[in-house]
């Protein structure tokens, strides 16, 4: 009896400490997507179709290249749409950026329009720009895509809240990945849902880590 009480007892103590050292290492071990190129250039020469400011600074943002052909990209847009948007757009510091010409702005606001019957748009902006703007931008990224001379790339690129580049360094097809497919409703669907996933999971929990931070904080220093 009294080895069975030191056993209950062992075990008692044992796994509330097991458990926690698990979740622990959990937490430190939380793959983050791999940053690729740091520093993408900001927004500040663009203006937005509602007048409202732009920027990629402490967002987490899908950009795209409509260039001068909004229309040749509204079916990559409806992909993500699908895909990515609907799914995420209540995050509010979430955004889709698609970067295109001053002639191509009725375009774009009926390309919005439609939007609306997938979900509600308020978090997707078309910014307008020059080429020189556009190319701008799109070199700041360094990736392996190429802008065709309609300023336009099927590619479309995560870009995280410090302006960095984030995508795949060992993906099972492409190796390096910069950006994914939007034409691709495959590759939409099975690789880029799950890297928006991981990189929105990544600030939510460096949101709850802050708040407990912060409630640690006001703990120690107002109810000693």
């Known amino acids: 009896m009294q080895v069975k009480k030191f056993i209950v007892l062992g075990i008692l103590f044992v796994l509330p400490i097991t458990v926690y050292l698990f979740f622990a290492t959990g937490k430190n071990n939380f793959v983050k997507l791999p940053t690729l190129t740091y520093g993408v250039h900001e927004l500040s020469d663009f203006k937005s179709l509602d007048g409202k400011p732009l920027q990629l600074k ?12 909004v229309e040749g990209k509204k079916a990559n847009a409806f992909n993500l749409a699908h895909k990515i ?3 995420n757009y209540q995050f509010s510091e979430f955004q889709f950026v698609a970067l295109i010409s001053e002639d191509q702005k009725e375009a774009a606001l009926q390309v919005k329009e439609k939007l609306t019957e997938i979900e509600n748009p308020k978090n997707w902006r078309f910014a307008i720009g020059t ?3 556009m190319q701008k931008v799109f070199a700041s990224l360094k990736s392996n895509s190429v802008l065709t001379p309609s300023l336009q790339t099927n590619t479309v690129f995560i870009i995280d809240k410090e302006r960095n580049l984030r995508g795949r360094t060992d993906d099972e097809d492409y190796g390096i990945m910069y950006g994914f497919n939007a034409s691709d409703y495959a590759e939409i669907n099975n690789k880029m849902d799950d890297d928006i996933k991981i990189v929105l999971a990544e600030y939510r929990l460096a949101l709850k880590k802050y708040k407990a931070d912060r409630k640690d904080e006001f703990r120690d220093t107002h109810l000693k």
């Open 85 to 87: 948007y609907k799914k």
């Open 58 to 69: 402490d967002r987490i943002t899908v950009l795209m290249f409509f260039g001068n052909d």
């Open 131 to 133: 080429e020189a703007d």
